[in-house]
């Protein structure tokens, strides 16, 4: 990423980005601004402890709203629970507002960024959180899975993630993810099913006994698994033109 890269909401800037150093494992130095606002409405206490499926419902508002991310294109929204050991700890931008991301040579730096400065564990939004975390009933942190970074930023639950840290557990999450467009998981599902029969008819041409047949068996099991993923593999994420001022 040669040139400086910005995020905005609406006309708002949010983060300006300049990639530092030489070679091919630059890093790149982000300045987050104030003035980010969430997506969604605020959660209620007692809308926390109603329950609900927080997917659908952070669909429904990323599509109401007029401050989201949400672009022309397919997008998968689904409950995220688990991630790599230090996403949560020191892969957490903690410092604010600038940080410089160490990038892996092969690309991204897979943490988790947030748009506002965390709170502290003793802030009053955060302690109210915190018994929701006891509870059980603490709504997911929303993130949003930006390719070039391999990471997360935070767009809904900054307190809500500083809560669940402060109790030692990791926050759960909902994440949102770009993926493919019809037409091009289409093709690639088209080249796969070309080369899927090619093999079955080099399979089909040795001497049949159990070795063959545990061969297409794995053959048929690979296939069918690449093939069910394609329409929700993470796509990458656009990057736009800068308008003009």
């Known amino acids: 990423m040669d040139r ?6 609406g006309e708002q800037p949010l983060i300006e980005a300049r990639p530092e150093g030489e070679g091919c494992c630059r890093d790149l130095h982000l300045r987050r601004l104030p003035g980010y606002r969430s997506p969604l409405p605020p959660l209620t206490a007692a ?19 007029g401050h989201g991310p949400l672009h022309r294109g397919r997008w998968r929204l689904t409950p995220r629970t688990t991630f790599a050991p230090g996403i949560w700890s020191c892969d957490l931008v903690q410092d604010w507002p600038d940080v410089t991301l160490d990038m892996l040579c092969g690309g991204g730096w897979h943490g ?30 929303l993130l949003w899975w930006v390719s070039f970074l391999d990471g997360w930023l935070i767009l809904d639950g900054h307190d809500r993630a500083a809560a669940a840290l402060a109790e030692g ?7 949102l993810v ?24 080099r399979l089909a ?9 545990r061969q297409r068996q794995t053959l048929d099991q690979g296939y069918a698994a690449a093939v069910s993923t394609l329409p929700y593999d993470a796509q990458a ?6 308008p003009r001022d």
């Open 178 to 201: 770009r993926v493919p467009d019809e037409p091009d998981w289409q093709a690639t599902a088209e080249h796969a099913a070309g080369a899927y029969e090619e093999r079955l008819a």
């Open 237 to 242: 994420t656009p990057l736009f033109e800068r």
């Open 4 to 9: 400086q890269w910005y995020l905005r909401q």
């Open 112 to 141: 988790v960024l947030p748009l506002r400065p965390l709170p502290a564990p003793d802030a009053s939004r955060v302690k109210a959180y915190r018994k929701h975390v006891r509870e059980g009933t603490l709504a997911p942190v």
């Open 47 to 65: 809308a926390m402890r109603a329950g609900a499926e927080w997917s659908h419902r952070y669909a429904r508002w990323l599509e109401e709203t």
């Open 205 to 213: 041409a040795l001497p049949k006994g159990p070795h063959t047949a």
């Open 169 to 175: 557990t990791q926050p759960a999450c909902v994440e």
